[in-house]
């Protein structure tokens, strides 16, 4: 069985209006090889009208967003000429690669009529030899993605990716990147096996569980070491966690803004691109 290094609270990190929690990275933790950044939105109520969600246009290179609707929507629009309003349940897998400009706003009826909104947002890395792949854009509505139902209908997998006691996910990443969200009833269990040298990222997005005999909870975001491949959940509550698994890249990491490279020199040449247009031009 796993052992866990460390357990990690998000910290509150609001953006206007959004109730927002910052998982990583944070100050106790920078990176989980190769997963870069987690937000958590939410759980608000949102009235009637609002602003909906803060993030115009803005440009991204060199990594992959995932993001997991659970509660309200996302309108996405990019410059690669995708276009999507994901709902509940739903989800996005955007590879930035070499570079596009996105928006990701809610849509005009959930501005117009309010409600609940709980969304997550994951950033990936791509490893070196897919830093500037061609730009591309998933966005899927919850019953796109497979389900397996385990441990006597008290535990359900949601596959994005990989493959999940025997279901295909959803996507098919460029990398060995598994994902799934994982809703568990009071009392459900589940045993995975995860090879040793893999990295799993945990994160408890709502609920109370015992994770390889330690109990974690709410906005935790558990770091294991690299010595075991079981690992063993058991709901002490309803629970939903956002449970994924990948081969470290064990490349240079270098992170500036909205930009995730191997190097300064890259880094700044992406910003050099932006400014010369060649992520396209955004228009309305």
């Known amino acids: 069985m796993r052992t866990i290094k460390r357990q990690h609270r998000a910290v509150n990190a609001p953006i206007a209006d959004l109730v927002t929690y910052r998982a990583l990275p944070t100050q106790s ?37 995932v993001t997991f609707i659970l509660d309200g929507d996302i309108m996405h629009q990019d410059t690669g000429g995708h276009q999507s309003i994901i709902g509940p349940g739903g989800i996005q897998w955007m590879t930035a690669g070499r570079g596009l400009i996105h928006a990701e706003i809610s849509s005009p009826e959930f501005k117009r009529e309010g409600g609940p909104l709980e969304i997550l947002q994951l950033w990936v890395n791509l490893p070196a ?46 990398a060995d990147i598994q994902l799934a969200t994982v809703h568990l009833t009071e009392g459900g269990t589940l045993e995975l096996n995860i090879p040793a040298e893999r990295t799993i ?74 400014q010369a247009g060649t992520f396209g031009r955004w228009t309305e």
């Open 201 to 274: 990222f945990f994160y408890t997005v709502r609920g109370r569980l015992r994770v390889n005999g330690e109990e974690t909870s709410a906005r935790q975001l558990v770091e294991f070491n690299h010595d075991g491949d079981e690992l063993h959940l058991e709901a002490t509550s309803d629970a939903v966690v956002l449970l994924g698994h990948a081969k470290p890249f064990g490349e240079p990491i270098v992170a500036y803004g909205p930009f995730v490279m191997n190097t300064e020199q890259q880094i700044q040449e992406a910003y050099r691109d932006y």
């Open 129 to 174: 030899k897919d830093k500037m792949v061609e730009p591309r854009y998933i966005g899927l509505q919850e019953p796109e993605i497979p389900t397996t139902t385990l441990d006597n209908g008290r535990v359900t997998i949601q596959a994005v990716s990989g493959n999940w006691a025997g279901t295909q996910g959803a996507v098919q990443p460029l």
């Open 29 to 65: 933790v920078e990176h989980l090889d190769p997963f870069l950044f987690l937000n958590h939105h939410g759980p608000q109520v949102y009235p009637a009208p609002n602003n909906g969600l803060p993030f115009g246009p803005h440009p991204h290179r060199g990594f992959e967003t």
